[in-house]
């Protein structure tokens, strides 16, 4: 995880990598039923969520912690991951906190790791893979210019259900 030690930094948000000290706080998230109807994984304890945190480390992901400018207030969690670098993509990723949704978090965390991915990385693609009843995020998407490319029909099974999931991809214009 070299390559994340820069932190990014706006007039609000600070996006820092994520530390074993933000166990507690990916917990929190990823354990939460609100955060986790629209998300692929949950824990249900500590000692599980310690699996994520390895998930996190692996070069294969570049995962940000997304807090209050002083670092006091844990929004959530954003980045990208499955980054080929030979195919030059990644698929994009963010989770908030309830207490923190519709403030504009998400609105101004996501162009922060797009333009990372893009600039830094130099990746061509960034995907989101979105569940397709999720209306909130799939509307961010499309604010944030990723472009719907199609529908995966049945393309999971969660809690048992199939559901189909919206493909969003936004290219590198440089």
């Known amino acids: 995880m ?19 000290l933000d166990l507690d706080n990916i917990f929190k998230g990823l354990s939460n039923p609100q955060v986790i109807k629209h998300y692929g994984i949950s824990f249900d304890s500590l000692e599980a ?9 692996d070069e294969k992901q570049m995962w940000w912690a997304i807090c209050s400018l002083d670092n ?3 929004y959530g969690a954003g980045g990208l991951n499955d980054i ?28 922060l790791i797009t333009t990372f991915g893009f600039e830094q990385l130099h990746l061509n ?10 209306s909130n ?14 529908t ?3 393309f999971e099974i969660k809690n048992g259900v199939s559901i189909n999931v919206d493909v969003y991809a936004k290219h590198n214009k440089n």
Do not use: Y
């Open 72 to 74: 006091q207030t844990f």
């Open 49 to 57: 969520t310690k699996e994520q945190m390895c998930w996190f480390a």
């Open 137 to 150: 995020c799939k509307k961010a998407m499309s604010k944030l210019d990723f472009q719907l490319e199609k």
């Open 84 to 111: 080929d670098k030979n195919e030059k993509k990644a698929e994009i990723g963010l989770w908030l906190l309830p207490e923190h949704w519709g403030k504009g978090v998400m609105k101004e965390a996501l162009p």
């Open 152 to 154: 995966l029909i049945d």
């Open 2 to 20: 070299s390559e994340i030690n820069q932190i990014i930094k706006t007039d609000r948000l600070l996006l820092r990598e994520i530390t074993d």
């Open 125 to 134: 693609r960034i995907e989101g893979f979105v569940e397709t009843d999720n």
